[in-house]
């Protein structure tokens, strides 16, 4: 399985990004789909997830949404009203097994990363 985190780049608070995340060699629409974001010098934190339910971490609840596009084996993150806080690598996931989806141990193939940086 291989994962491609695409869309990150610099914004001013108060913008928008959207990020996307293309997986191959497996069967995507049977998977749970996380993002995960770290920060320097944090731990790797739980952000959203989706596979029929969707999952936000409180941070970002209501700001950020979750989707995903089976046929394109393509999950996304509308990222909105977007903080200087929420500065970080972002990281895609994918579970093969729909349990823990707020925690790193409920994901088995992670993406490269894509950097979000928010100027205040």
């Known amino acids: 399985v291989q994962l491609q985190a695409f869309g990150g780049g610099l914004v001013q608070a108060g913008g928008s990004l959207r990020l996307a995340c293309a997986g191959s060699g497996r069967t995507f629409s049977t998977s749970v789909m996380g993002w995960f974001r770290q920060a320097p010098g944090k731990e790797r934190e739980f952000v959203a997830a989706i596979r029929e339910s969707t999952y936000y971490a409180d941070s970002v609840k209501g700001r950020f949404t979750i989707s995903r596009d089976n046929a394109k084996n393509t999950v996304y993150l509308e990222m909105n009203s977007l903080k200087p806080e929420d500065t970080a690598l972002y990281y895609c996931?994918?579970?093969?097994?729909?349990?823990?989806?707020?925690?790193?141990?409920?994901?088995?193939?992670w993406g490269q990363g894509t950097q979000v940086t928010v100027s205040s």
């Open positions: 996931a994918l579970g093969t097994t729909y349990r823990a989806v707020r925690y790193r141990a409920g994901y088995d193939y």
